[in-house]
T-cell receptor, first 112, second 114 residues
Framework: SAVISQKPSRDICQRGTSLTIQCQVDSQVTMMFWYRQQPGQSLTLIATANQGSEATYESGFVIDKFPISRPNLTFSTLTVSNMSPEDSSIYLC?????????FGPGTRLLVL | QKEVEQDPGPLSVPEGAIVSLNCTYSNSAFQYFMWYRQYSRKGPELLMYTYSSGNKEDGRFTAQVDKSSKYISLFIRDSQPSDSATYLCAMSKGVNNQGGKLIFGQGTELSVKP
């Protein structure tokens, strides 16, 4: 399976600001995914990011709030814009091997 | 009603016990079933992957899928304190970009006491 790293591992931010989370994979992958895991909740898919095309967002998530970049086959970023305390969560990127998905360590975000 | 239901626990067992973790689902289109283990402050780690109905065994872990009942299980034999984690079930309709969207259960928190 691919080795996935995320930066930052955690951050504390003020409301109204934005944070960009980076996801790096040690091999080329076609599909990358961004999830949110809120306290006591299951993982929720935010969007699917394929290289060379616009990200596909799930219901309830919009590009203005969560812009995503996918400049190449090993890297993606997720920005959480104009943050509010409700955005406090763990953000996870994952990659697919064509059958299932493998996850990064996550970014723990606290918005004050 | 959620597409995937999983008892959040917490579940506490003594070391050496057999652990049974379960999920039910409502969408009969799900074909691929997974169990992930998530340690505190870590990302989910894939434990088991099964397609359609049947059993799959890997060491102390056995995954069962009963599509007729829309019910999946993960059994852990001879449980160890190192098995203490949150276990998440996940499932999807297919493996391509559109059909491969994973739907997760809420996760069951397991604690194995020495």
């Amino acid at each position: 399976s691919a080795v996935i790293s995320q930066k930052p591992s955690r951050d504390i931010c003020q409301r109204g600001t934005s944070l960009t989370i980076q996801c790096q994979v040690d091999s080329q992958v076609t599909m990358m995914f961004w999830y949110r895991q809120q306290p006591g909740q299951s993982l929720t898919l935010i969007a699917t990011a394929n290289q060379g095309s616009e990200a596909t967002y799930e219901s309830g998530f919009v590009i203005d709030k969560f812009p995503i970049s996918r400049p190449n086959l090993t890297f993606s970023t997720l920005t959480v814009s104009n943050m509010s305390p409700e955005d406090s969560s763990i953000y996870l990127c994952s990659v697919s091997d064509g059958k299932t998905q493998y996850f990064g360590p996550g970014t723990r975000l606290l918005v004050l | 009603q959620k597409e995937v239901e999983q008892d959040p626990g917490p579940l506490s067992v003594p070391e050496g016990a057999i652990v049974s973790l379960n999920c039910t689902y409502s969408n009969s289109a799900f074909q691929y079933f997974m169990w992930y283990r998530q340690y505190s402050r870590k990302g989910p780690e894939l434990l088991m992957y099964t397609y359609s109905s049947g059993n799959k065994e890997d060491g102390r872990f056995t995954a069962q899928v009963d599509k007729s009942s829309k019910y999946i299980s993960l059994f852990i034999r001879d449980s160890q304190p190192s098995d203490s984690a949150t276990y998440l079930c996940a499932m999807s309709k297919g493996v391509n970009n559109q059909g491969g969207k994973l739907i997760f259960g809420q996760g069951t928190e397991l604690s194995v006491k020495p």
